[in-house]
């Protein structure tokens, strides 16, 4: 069987990357696509060698740091993959790769991070932070949008299964495209385990983008001096962060995999603010034995586990404002039950890559089985 597996663009690595990685390690016969492949050579190891074919947007003036804007040819450029040899398609999406086209003599399975996310519902949230609320640009952004939702719409039919990274995407899938998701959660790559003694401090992590609201976290804790909290991470938000520090905020930038580790595995909790779609950090918080305070929004809502109980791995917080910060750490600080590492541990296991791989063998075997058949996996359409 020739299999094809077709990615938006290798540009960094990230958890998309490690999706692919993880596909590339059960498929290693497999051809890879993508829109443009300039990653670094020093992080092309998880590639096993592979080079992506890549679309004419490579050759595109400043295609290395600006491949963004070419989202209008994006469609275009997808759709001249010529996959017809191929008996099987794997698409690994958050953009374009689930549109490529494929014959009724081929199966499409797309694994989808999201539905394009700044053509749907954060349309509104995506024009805000790029400034293009209104003049000639906006006009010019949002008609490029709604260009590309309607090539989205039409790409749909071309997918035989849909796979969402969590509950919450496969709600995306359904209000998007109308179509059922099977949910298989992404790997995470979990740091080994080795319980030390807790310090004194809080730790947020992660890259210092609006989206992720860590400038709210520092606000809060400004309004809790006696309670420490250690900030990790860099990013367009970095010089904001700093101008709100205090004495009881460290603000460490970018540091190593090692001492991030270390420092997630001593800290009281991990505190995250975003609403993601999946969301890695809070995870890995847990694989290090550590609680999660988290927003209560998004995928946080099925990788971490309130309850009263001792097999309780955190607790949420209902609006992304410094008093639901605060109410949730005095929450935290005066939970009658402890807050176990072991449990902590036990749930962050549940995501590994190993039950990944086994869970995305077994979906790809069912459907390449119930096609031949001529069944349906499971029923995608909301038409009977």
Not at 257 to 262: A, F, N, T
Request: with cysteine.
């Amino acid at each position: 069987m020739k299999i094809a597996i077709v990615h938006d663009w290798l540009v960094v690595k990230a958890g998309a990357e490690n999706v692919l990685g993880e596909l590339l390690s059960l498929y290693p016969d497999a051809d890879l696509f993508a829109l443009v492949d300039h990653l670094p050579e020093s992080e092309r190891g998880f590639l096993n060698g592979k080079r992506a074919t890549t679309s004419f947007i490579q050759k595109l003036p400043f295609s290395r740091t600006k491949y963004r804007s070419y989202l209008l040819f994006m469609p275009l450029a997808i759709e001249q993959f010529d996959l017809s040899q191929y008996d099987l398609v794997i698409s690994s999406s958050h953009a374009v790769a689930k549109g490529v086209l494929t014959g009724p003599h081929q199966t499409h399975i797309s694994y989808v991070y999201s539905p394009i996310r700044y053509a749907w519902d954060l349309q509104h949230t995506y024009l805000r932070e790029s400034n293009l609320v209104r003049g000639p640009k906006s006009l010019i952004a949002r008609l490029v949008l709604h260009y590309v939702r309607i090539w989205d719409q039409r790409t749909i039919h071309g997918v035989d299964h849909y796979i969402g990274i969590s509950r919450f995407i496969a709600r995306r899938i359904k209000k998007a495209y109308g179509k059922d998701a099977e949910v298989i959660y992404p790997p995470v790559e979990l740091p080994e385990w080795a319980p030390v003694e807790r310090g004194d401090y809080y730790v947020t992590a992660s890259r210092l983008v609006p989206y992720k609201r860590v400038p709210l976290i520092v606000e809060a804790f400004r309004n809790m001096p006696g309670r420490r909290l250690v900030v990790i991470g860099d990013g367009p938000d970095a010089a904001l962060v700093r101008a709100q520090g205090a004495p009881n905020i460290e603000i460490m930038g970018h540091v190593s995999r090692d001492d991030l580790v270390g420092h997630l595995r001593r800290a009281k909790a991990f505190v995250f603010a975003a609403e993601e779609d999946f969301g890695i950090a809070p995870l890995e918080a847990q694989a290090c034995g550590t609680p999660v305070i988290a927003y209560g929004r998004g995928a946080a809502l099925e990788t971490i586990v309130e309850s009263p109980d001792a097999d309780a791995t955190g607790l949420f917080f209902a609006e992304q404002s410094v008093a639901s910060i605060i109410d949730a750490v005095e929450r935290f600080e005066s939970r009658p039950e402890p807050w176990l590492p072991d449990a902590c541990r036990r749930n962050a296991e549940r995501f590994s890559p190993a039950i990944f791989r086994r869970s995305l063998e077994a979906a790809v075997d069912r459907v390449m089985r119930a096609i031949n058949d001529g069944q349906r996996p499971i029923r995608n359409d909301t038409d009977e």
